[in-house]
């Protein structure tokens, strides 16, 4: 078990039982910069679309706290049961609802909600006119697109749907590895950050 009290944002990517199986979590800075672009709160609702590891879904958890609800939807059972893994090490089952199947089915029974964390789908254009449905007025939609194709078709389907105040974000990070001589810096595959407003 950990001790959730002293995580505020940024979990160490290493803190997650991980799998070979499945890939992630999602690294620890796009997980602060998509919580952050989500713009969550004590008490939000939240849906996570291909919670893999379930790292974006613990961060958000822990930001929702036990007033909040996050829904965390995967259609691989080996993420169900590996998010489930971090939902009990992070001790937040009363927070979490891992289920099991196609995203955009499951979200049409969901409560409304203030968040849409889109991370895995391969029916994008379906998952994000399910998430405009399903979010609250002012609700957030946040896309992690790892292809330029995905980040591309993102933004178009974002604008066609309805949402306004489309923001793209970029971003590169790069890892310091101590090595004899110093510190080298390894780059990390770029990452795009698709995030808008419901209004």
């Given at each position: 078990m950990v001790d959730t009290q002293r995580y505020r944002m940024g979990i160490a990517d290493s803190e997650f039982i991980q799998s070979d199986q499945i890939p992630g979590p999602t690294k620890e800075e796009i997980r602060?910069?998509?919580?952050?672009?989500?713009?969550?709160?004590?008490?939000?609702?939240?849906?996570?679309?291909g919670c893999g590891t379930g790292g974006l879904t613990i961060e958000a958890a822990l930001q929702v706290k036990e007033k909040g609800k996050v829904f965390a939807i995967d259609k691989k059972e080996e993420a169900v049961s590996l998010t489930k893994q971090n939902v009990a090490k992070f001790q937040l089952q009363n927070t979490v609802e891992v289920i099991f199947g196609n995203a955009v089915q499951i979200m049409?029974?969901?409560?409304?909600?203030?968040?849409?964390?889109?991370?895995?789908?391969?029916?994008l254009r379906e998952t994000i006119q399910a998430a405009y449905e399903?979010?609250?007025?002012?609700?957030?939609?946040?896309?992690?697109?790892?292809?330029?194709?995905?980040?591309?078709?993102?933004v178009d389907e974002i604008k066609k749907v309805g949402f306004k105040d489309v923001d793209v974000v970029q971003v590169f990070v790069a890892k310091g590895k101590q090595v004899p001589s110093g510190t080298m810096m390894l780059a990390r595959n770029p990452i795009t950050v698709i995030s808008a407003t419901k209004k």
């Open positions: 602060v910069i998509s919580i952050s672009k989500a713009q969550l709160f004590e008490g939000a609702y939240v849906i996570d679309v049409s029974e969901l409560p409304q909600v203030d968040a849409v964390l889109i991370g895995g789908s391969r029916s399903r979010l609250k007025l002012r609700g957030k939609v946040v896309v992690n697109a790892i292809l330029l194709e995905t980040a591309v078709n993102a």
